[in-house]
């Protein structure tokens, strides 16, 4: 069962939301925002969804840190707020919010949007048969800092147009990166998009990348 994260500081909506998703979702909630950050680390949530007018802590600057973090840029999230207006929900997309829902809540379109979103996600892990394979590769682009940063590595697992690998380097919400084969030389092959942060506590994060375009030849033909 995929996990929610629910960050609201109103107790009623946050027994709402988990009177009306746990029948499909595992949900974990918190009324303290300052707590969100860690549980999101601790329990890699499929999704989280986020108020915007709490103490202390707003849920803007916090969906700023959640599309900030390597370790949880990659994860949905759903603003869930008592606030209207276009202006607003431009600033929850401008951050890096999927999809925003007013109070009260329908609880059939975020369940709708919910499942799409989700199950998107899966399908795209699962498109492409991977294989287990350490191939020697070097990475350059720009870091998260714009920093420009070279790299050699080697890959975990690869597919057609796709790899997993690690990089020191703290790469952005979908970095570009050319990439060159390692093998024998040094051969071209590619721009590729990171699509997917598998960083976590280690000082050493993976991603996974997918080829935008092929200009050399790559492993897997």
Do not use: H
């Not at 595992?26 to 707590?35: A, S």
């Not at 020191?168 to 590729?192: H, M, R, T, Y």
């Not at 994060?205 to 092929?214: D, I, S, V």
């Amino acid at each position: 069962m995929q996990k929610i994260l629910v960050v609201d500081d109103e107790a009623a909506v946050r027994r709402l939301i988990r009177l009306n998703l746990s029948d499909t979702y595992e949900i974990i909630d918190t009324g303290d925002p300052e707590q969100a950050l860690a549980l999101a680390m601790q329990n890699k949530p499929a999704a989280i969804l986020l108020d915007l007018r709490m103490p202390r802590f707003s849920g803007f600057e916090l969906c700023r840190t959640f599309a900030s973090m390597t370790f949880t840029q990659l994860i949905p999230i759903f603003v869930v707020s008592g606030e209207a207006g276009s202006t607003t929900k431009a600033l929850c997309k401008d951050l890096g919010a999927t999809a925003y829902f007013e109070k009260p809540i329908d609880f059939d379109g975020l369940r709708s949007s919910l499942a799409k979103v989700l199950g998107a996600r899966r399908e795209e892990r699962r498109s492409e048969v991977r294989v287990g394979l350490r191939v020697p590769i070097k990475l350059t682009g720009s870091d998260a800092n714009g920093k420009r940063f070279e790299e050699e590595t080697v890959t975990e697992n690869v597919a057609l147009s796709s790899f997993l690998c690690g990089c020191s380097a703290v790469l952005a919400k979908d970095s570009i990166v050319q990439v060159f084969l390692k093998s024998g030389g040094e051969q071209p092959v590619g721009k590729a998009r990171m699509v997917r942060s598998e960083a976590n506590e280690r000082a050493y994060p993976r991603y996974a990348f997918r080829f935008l375009e092929k200009t050399g030849a790559w492993v897997l033909q």
